[in-house]
């Protein structure tokens, strides 16, 4: 009898830790292989909070960015990402890729995170196995912001430029979040051009020669877990874009 209580007891135990990998309904996310070189996506905070609260009562807001174009090789996404003018309460914050962009200003028309393999947010992601997170969590898989400024710049194998398949992010948004996950502020994602002939003046254009190869945040606040990834796949694969239309119900009845 003790021996099986201690069995019983590990197996429970063993079940609690595999929890935190949960594999979405269309499985785990998928490495994008082929998104098309040299295309930049920016998206900049607007000057107004959508959440003012005591933080930005006076109005004002979070400042800041993520600009973003595929890898030199094609797998995956590098992002560069800026924050400052941060609240000084409701830390650490997140932010996340959005299924839709914002209307007006609007945060909550972008419904919730960008989860093409409707994996959901619970549990908390688990940075050591992107793969197994919703496609959209970047503060969950990269770090969260814990400082102002806040700088970083890290590569997503799992996100995609490559337009008409359901991990990418070109026509949707970003939010910035409260840990509590109230949202204090959200941008749309703009076509830019090419990284060797645009960018604004004052923003660094994305490099891949300042990401890691792992797709693991550097800089002020990036995350530096171990990680382990899945087979690569190209973004022109069926399950890339099946389930979509699933994704966008689950992610209307979900607002956070």
Request: aromatic share 8%; glycine share 12%.
């Amino acid at each position: 009898m003790h021996f099986k209580s201690v069995t019983l007891m590990l197996a429970t135990a063993a079940m609690s830790v595999n929890a935190q990998e949960v594999t979405g309904q269309l499985g785990d996310a998928k490495i994008v292989t082929n998104n098309p070189a040299g295309v930049v996506y920016e998206a900049h905070l607007p000057e107004t909070a959508f959440t003012k609260g005591s933080a930005y009562a006076e109005g004002g807001n979070v400042k800041g960015f993520i600009s973003a174009t595929a890898s030199p090789d094609g797998v995956g996404v590098v992002f560069t990402v800026k924050f400052s003018n941060l609240p000084k309460e409701g830390g650490p914050f997140k932010y996340h890729l959005h299924a839709a962009p914002g209307s007006n200003g609007n945060c909550t028309s972008t419904l919730a995170h960008l989860d093409p393999f409707l994996r959901g947010e619970n549990p908390p992601c688990n940075a050591s196995a992107p793969q197994s997170c919703e496609v959209g969590d970047l503060s969950g898989k990269h770090g969260e912001v814990k400082s102002d400024p806040f700088e970083a710049t890290y590569t997503d194998k799992f996100a995609s430029t490559h337009e008409g398949i359901g991990a990418f992010f070109g026509n949707r948004s970003f939010v910035f979040h409260y840990a509590n996950k109230t949202r204090i502020s959200c941008a749309n994602f703009v076509r830019k051009g090419h990284k060797d002939t645009c960018s604004p003046s004052g923003h660094p254009k994305p490099s891949g020669s300042g990401s890691s190869p792992s797709g693991v945040a550097s800089g002020t606040g990036g995350a530096n877990p171990a990680q382990t990834s899945p087979p690569p796949i190209t973004a022109g694969a069926a399950t890339l874009s099946v389930g979509m239309a699933g994704f966008f119900a689950a992610a209307a009845a979900a607002l956070l």
